[in-house]
Nanobody, 124 residues
Framework: QVQLVESGGGSVQAGGSLRISCAAS?????LAWFRQPRGKVEREVVA????????RYADSVKGRFTISQDSAKKTLYLQMDSLKSEDTGMYYC????????????????????WGQGTQVTVSS
């Protein structure tokens, strides 16, 4: 059973940087970061990494965000640079047992475990 615990959220000014972390236990094929802007019901994928180290990013964060994993520490990271106000939201770490195929990595329903979330606020 996968357990996920996020940390590291906070407030930052536009253009700044922030790194959030997710302590992960248990087997999983891939991990991903999702975010949910305030007032919105749906969560949108931000970045993902599979067990082979392949990474994928949403178009809105390409070139600004970097997902990485420290296998020894069993920790997932999201380095966020050049932050914009539209990056504001609750960020969730999620685990999936599905092998990546097409855009299935973007679908929240394909993730069976979620963390409690960490808030990221970017002020302009």
């Amino acid at each position: 059973q996968v357990q996920l615990v996020e940390s590291g959220g906070g407030s930052v000014q536009a253009g700044g940087s922030l790194r959030i972390s997710c302590a992960a236990s248990g087997w999983t094929y891939s991990l991903a970061w999702f975010r949910q802007p305030r007032g919105k019901v749906e969560r949108e994928v931000v970045a993902g990494i599979d067990r082979n180290g392949r990474t994928r990013y949403a178009d809105s964060v390409k070139g600004r965000f970097t997902i990485s994993q420290d296998s020894a520490k069993k920790t997932l990271y999201l380095q966020m640079d050049s932050l914009k106000s539209e990056d504001t939201g609750m960020y969730y770490c999620a685990a999936s047992a599905y092998e990546w195929y097409g855009d299935n990595w973007k679908v929240p329903q394909n993730y069976h475990a979620w963390g409690q979330g960490t808030q990221v606020t970017v002020s302009s």
